[in-house]
């Protein structure tokens, strides 16, 4: 099948190479040249486990290439794959104009049947938009359809869940398209799930915001652990064992963040409300999540007192572990927190510090970024756990405490068994353990 892949983000990306990897004949397609430079050389502009390998095999099979001429890429498929980003707005809601530029684009190269498949995270009913779009901009009297197939990728193990998924979301109008996407999947058959489109669309922004709510609900026990004698970790595996709960996303810490969650929580909320339903939900899952930065912020104003002049040592900055990605990632803002309280920080991430150099320029003063986790202890008056890399879970916490000022320690994730470290010597405190 020839397939378009429009946007080589990261779900773009992965997609694009996972289907050339399912046999298809597929074009990336990117505006941005400079990305479309690296991808051919078989490097992805990000750090995903596994993504390069997978590449670069695909290119040099010759079933996978990447242009910036969009005209070419639509015209020579007869399936395109929309994967570009719907940023957040001020009030919650996704921003689309980049949906709308390309189903314009789509219809400015009518040149047979089209399939246009939308896999971007989007609000329910965004098909029926893209088809308007299309219908007034087009070309020609080709015919063409507009899917749904949202992506279930996770940041970390992408291609992984990509290969392997729980299920397949297919969400179609016509026969036609229902057909196409089956072949596309065709080594997946198992899993397809066929629904009508609005139905594709919420089950995306369903499942993640239950997801979350599954995060917010734990990190609200959490607190209420911590004011009673229960432990949070042995209360999330109690929950888990039920079956019906099942035992995944109750990790209790600083919240989630990433470029999922947190939007679609926001964004469900929005449609939700404009279509005159109660989602009071939503929002709480949501403000739960926001809290959880004051909360992590004020153990480490109650363990060392005034932030002013002191250095804190910052394990993780990454949204979570296994990915470069700093999107809606809560060290972002703790590191604000901490900096306008005057504290002097110490910053490591294995692969995400030099994304949060954008954010936050290395200044020799207030903020230092160093290459190696013991690093970040020294000379520090407090160390925080942030993001839970295998790398910080495995530290030699002697070592760490013999190159601290004063051994404070706060973990964000719980990665450390509470009695080993006061064992050591550490102050420590972690989430939701008396
Ligand atoms: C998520 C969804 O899992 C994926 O299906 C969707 O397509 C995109 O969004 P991702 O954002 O990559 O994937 O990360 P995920 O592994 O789901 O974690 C999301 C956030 O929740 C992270 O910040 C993580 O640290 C946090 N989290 C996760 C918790 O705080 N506790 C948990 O128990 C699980």
Redesign the pocket.
Known sequence: MKIAVVGTGYVGLVTATCLAELGHAVIGLDKDRSKIVTIRSGRAPFYEPGLDDLLAANLKKGTLRFTDDEAEAIRASEVIFVCVGTPPQEDGSADMSQIEEVARTIAANLNGYKLVVEKSTVPVKTSAWIKKVMTAFKKSEHPFDVASNP??????SGVEDFMNPDRVMIGVETERARDLLVRIYERFRDRVVISNIDTAELVKHA??SF?AMK?SFINRIADLCERTDADVEMVARGMGLDDRIGKA???A?L???????PKDVKALAKIGSELGVDMALFRMVDAINEDRIRVFVEKVRKAVWILKGKTVGVLGLA??PETDDIREAPSIKVIDDLLKQGARLRLYDPKAADNMKGLFPEDGRAVTYVSDPYEAARGAHILLVVTEWDEIRRLDLAKVKALMVNPVLIDGRNVFDPAAVRALGFEYASIGRA
């Open positions: 992506e279930f990728l996770r940041e970390g499942s993640n997801l995060i996303f109750l990790k810490g919240g989630y963040g990433g470029s999922c969650f949204f979570k």
